[in-house]
């Protein structure tokens, strides 16, 4: 099998040794209604309405749609709108009280086939929990064979680690998840790719699975980025995700490991998706940590939990430093796509300079794509040559403008090239 390309990135996993806190319920949340790929639910609530712990309190028909639930109890204070990195939505803002009651509706699903399966990912509120948002209901019902799952577990982003917390601290509720979606998917073989950085991680999965012979555990080069999809699929079973194509083409589905965690214990308890492991780290944060949120928590008190001196922030990062979106407001709010909020004052601001046609950017892209065809195509509107370029291809990594010395932004420039094609 050939070698993908990538890079060696400084992993500053700090958080690594941190267990999961439990972060203190908000006085509100303000609950966004698009917080998934594809269309946003509605408010199904009204201003003063009081909603207890996985109330429903937002859906959509739409078929690329998932319901939003809310994690505290309380009263409908607002209904209102707000700028997220994926755009203006909805949001719903919920004043909480001092009881914390769980809804009545909270109770494990009935799963007897394929069908009840489905439709209870979609009823948790599921969306995949990579960071990629798309539904994980659609993504669990594809319309050809599957034999294999891929489960994600790389993890490849410096500084994030709430992967990592979950595989040690809930390592029953990963491959809980795993075999309910192999048995009602009816996928004979999955296998958990782990890179070699989480030797602890890859030793206790070992341990949990050495007596299923469908389940494998693979350790993986701490080599950036590890954890994306097109890469996974080729490490860790040799099948070449082609350009249009999903990875169901290629008979796998990849399921983010704390996905699987979290199928497994929703059919057990059938507590919707209201609250996410994540981490908080930079170079402004005195206490780096590892948290349980509520969705739609103020991102301003895990940063002033965390002892971060806000005034100095630099750049805020929702995710990881390559693939991560930068937030313009520390009031933006916790989504379920969010896995790691970063804060910094140092950042290393590059002046965009001449191509020098180094090659730097060729060199590093895994994908095999050419960075500075495509900015010069984009810059002429050629949607011709970027088709002839592959630009659909383009997964925005970031690992060409990360090496590139004349400061261009390559991934920023492949990514407005899409829109042209």
Not at 54 to 59: H, R, V
Not at 172 to 178: F, L, P, S
């Amino acid at each position: 099998m050939r070698k993908i390309k990538g890079l060696h990135l400084k992993h500053n996993k700090n958080t690594a040794n941190c267990p999961t806190e439990k972060f203190p319920v908000p006085k509100e949340v303000l609950i966004p209604m698009n917080m998934n790929m594809g269309a946003h639910s509605e408010p199904i609530v009204k201003v003063g309405e009081h909603v207890n712990i996985g109330d429903k309190i937002g859906d959509s028909n739409a078929f690329l749609s998932v319901p939003v639930h809310t994690g505290v109890s309380g009263t409908v204070k607002e209904i209102t709108e707000i700028r997220l990195s994926n755009g203006v939505c909805k949001a719903i803002r919920i004043e909480t009280d001092d009881i914390q009651t769980t809804s009545e509706n909270v109770k494990p699903p009935v799963i007897n086939n394929r069908d009840d399966f489905v439709k209870a990912l979609r009823e948790s509120g599921l969306t995949g929990l990579g960071g990629a948002g798309f539904p994980t209901h659609i993504k669990h019902n594809p319309s050809v064979p599957i034999d294999t799952l891929v489960v994600n577990a790389a993890e490849c982003e410096p500084y994030i680690t709430s992967d990592h917390r979950q595989m040690l601290e809930a390592p029953d509720d990963v491959v809980g998840g795993i075999k309910l979606v192999m048995k009602h998917l009816n996928i004979p073989k999955a296998v958990i790719g782990i890179e070699a950085n989480k030797s602890d991680a890859i030793k206790l999965l070992q341990e949990k699975t050495k007596d299923d012979s469908g389940i494998s555990v693979k350790k993986l080069p701490s080599v950036y980025p590890q954890g994306a999809e097109k890469i996974l699929v080729f490490n860790l079973t040799g099948r070449l995700i082609k350009e249009k194509q999903l990875p169901s083409d290629q008979g796998v589905i990849v399921m983010n490991v704390s996905t699987a965690a979290y199928i497994h214990t929703y059919a057990k308890t059938g507590m919707p998706l209201t609250e996410r492991r994540i981490t908080v780290d930079g170079d402004l944060i005195k206490k780096p940590c590892n948290l349980f949120v509520k969705i739609g928590t103020p991102v301003s008190e895990i940063l002033e939990y965390a002892g971060c001196d806000t005034e100095k922030i630099k750049k805020l990062i929702m995710g990881g430093p390559m693939m991560g979106m930068c937030a313009y407001d520390v009031n933006t709010v916790i989504s379920k796509s969010n896995n790691a909020v970063l804060a910094f004052e140092k950042t290393a601001e590059k002046t965009m300079t001449n191509c020098i046609r180094c090659g730097r950017c060729i060199k590093a892209c895994p994908l095999n794509l050419m960075p500075t065809e495509l900015e010069k195509a984009y810059n002429r509107k050629d949607g011709a040559a970027l088709k002839k370029l592959r630009v659909g291809l383009c997964m925005n990594c970031g690992c060409c403008t990360y090496v590139c010395p004349a400061g261009r932004q390559l991934a920023q420039i492949n990514q407005l090239a899409k829109a042209i094609i």
